[in-house]
């Protein structure tokens, strides 16, 4: 048996649970957790922002090592550390081959609506973005396993799968930060820590940082941020003064709410790129006048798991890592049991703390 934390319903408490898992099919992975990360989109499948077939077990930013594989698997074997990919491409249809950008695939969350496992009671359970990684052990499709570069502490390693990732690629490949810009970042969790990181490694020269709660100020400071500020009405207006009254060269937005889109949108220049990473309800609306999109001519893009191959990236994201440039350990506030998801969830609604880490 397996100890999981169960989503049985929209707005119903995370329950723990002893789960049976399959020996993983044909094409199948099976793994046991080293640790996951708490991300504000599993927080989004409780409320009912981001929608998945329930029961389901959450979790969808892991690292752990290969512990049996099925029929025809021949990327991993037996002992390997991986990471996992939540969004795994099918490989097969018009955006994976003919555009070879996986991360549109239609296709990638395919296998969060197919039972994987059951609970003692022999119900059958759906996985949390397709991999379940608040659970000691899980079974994925092979494609979504990423075999982990040597010199990556385990541990650590599974805030690349969602957190870095999705920063990382926000900012070099939705964003495309270029040495020398400013980049404003809205919203300080582990997704715009990572995005900090980034664009100091982008080499970018302004780094306003910006969060409703002021007690990010010293995580973001510690990430890359050379500016904090506490998000106000006048956000735009302060990052016009930190940029020669122009506005920044560089928005992106990490909260997933309209008002903080609006924001982002605002605080840069004429001409300025803002890209959105944060995930938001259907019912938050953003709006612009049709005369301000000429007289300012930003564009405004969004952005899916950093617009970018996991597999591709993840050998750069592992060197970043090894030479320091990435900073795992300084997105990780917190290390906890299962049991504790719950409360980790807590500190995300007030604000506190940048990325737990659910350690098994
Ligand atoms: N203005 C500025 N910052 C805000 C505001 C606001 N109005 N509201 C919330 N924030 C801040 C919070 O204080 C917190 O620091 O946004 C941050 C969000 O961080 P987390 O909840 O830890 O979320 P994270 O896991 O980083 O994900 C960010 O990306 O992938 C998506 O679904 C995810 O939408 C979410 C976003
Ligand atoms: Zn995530
Ligand atoms: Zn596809």
Redesign the pocket.
């Given at each position: 048996m397996t100890r999981a934390a169960v989503l049985e319903a929209v707005n119903a408490p995370l329950t723990l649970t002893e789960i049976e898992l399959p020996e993983p099919g044909p094409g199948q992975v099976r793994i046991k957790l080293a640790a996951a990360g708490v991300?504000?989109?599993d927080?989004?499948l409780t409320n009912g922002t981001?929608r998945q077939p329930v029961p389901a077990v959450l979790g969808h930013e892991g690292a752990g090592v290969v512990v049996s594989v099925g029929e025809g698997v021949t990327t991993v074997a037996p002992g390997a550390e991986v990471i996992l990919n939540w969004a795994p491409s099918c490989g097969g249809c018009h955006f994976c081959v003919r555009l070879n950008e996986p991360w549109l695939c239609p296709h990638a969350n395919d296998a969060t609506t197919v039972p994987y496992a059951r609970d003692a009671t022999g119900r059958a359970l759906y996985p949390g973005l397709s991999v379940a990684a608040f659970a000691e052990e899980t079974v994925v499709p092979e494609r979504a396993v990423l075999p982990l570069p040597a010199g990556v502490p385990l541990l650590d390693a599974a805030l690349l799968g969602?957190?870095v990732l999705?920063g990382y690629g926000a900012v070099h490949h939705s964003a495309r930060v270029q040495a020398g810009e400013s980049v404003v970042v809205?919203?300080?969790?582990?997704?715009?820590l990572a995005v900090l990181q980034s664009a100091r490694i982008a080499g970018a020269e302004r780094v306003i940082a910006?969060?409703?709660?002021p007690r990010?100020e010293e995580l973001a400071r510690a990430c890359g941020a050379t500016d904090f500020l506490v998000?106000s009405e006048s956000t735009a207006k302060d990052v016009r003064a930190l940029t020669a009254g122009l506005g920044a060269d560089v928005a992106v937005e990490?909260?997933?709410?309209a008002?903080?889109i609006r924001?982002a949108w605002g605080a840069t220049r004429r001409g300025g790129r803002t890209t959105v990473?944060?995930?938001?309800g259907r019912e938050e609306k953003v709006s612009f006048s049709a005369l301000e999109l000429f007289h300012f001519a930003r564009t405004l893009s969004g952005c899916v798991y950093g617009n970018c191959d996991p597999a591709r990236e993840l050998p750069v994201l592992a060197e970043y890592v090894r030479t320091g440039a990435l900073d795992l350990g300084a997105l990780v506030t917190g290390r906890i049991g299962l049991a504790d998801i719950p409360d980790a969830f807590g500190e995300?609604v007030h604000?506190r703390g940048g990325?737990a880490l659910v350690v098994f």
């Open positions: 991300c504000h989109s927080l989004s981001l969602c957190a999705t809205v919203g300080l969790g582990g997704v715009g910006v969060d409703v709660s990010k998000a990490c909260v997933g709410r008002e903080t924001t990473v944060g995930i938001g995300m604000g990325r």
